[in-house]
């Protein structure tokens, strides 16, 4: 499918560019890293579940025309995590996902990068309603969601546990 959105994007200190391959290898320290799988996959990734999770990243965009970005530091040129659209089919609706390393939290990441997909779908996508689907208990993610604008929509059972959704808003 031809990609219905941008491939690269440029904040002031990232470059959102496509995943690749060996871009499993660095993932791999987020998957296999407990206290960043703890909300998401409930336990940690051995490196073929982490090249498969990166093989479903690079693949949502040919399914969808849009997905997960490759987060990099312009300074370093290191990759940081990813950040993107997502919308698996049992998704309640679209959504802006995130994902750090655990070394690279707290520094803004996630918000700059975020806040730059929720820009650019307005733009490129101004009918798709975007969410953040966040476990219940996973305040970080909560604080990030709400840094860009993000507010509380509702809750829900999903995959066993409590989720919250939250609708970004677009820009005027």
Known sequence: MTPLVPERLKTARLHLRPLEEPDWRTLHEHYADPVCTRFTFGRTLS?????RALASLVGHWVLRGFGPYGVEERSSGALLGVVGLWHPNDWPGPEIKWLLLRRHWGRGFASEAALA??????RTLPDMPLISLIH?????????ARAIGGAFERELAFRGGRWVVYRHLRDP
């Open 117 to 122: 997909v929720r820009r650019m779908s307005a």
């Open 47 to 51: 490196e073929g579940e982490s090249w």
């Open 136 to 144: 219940a208990d996973n305040s970080l993610s909560i604080k990030t």
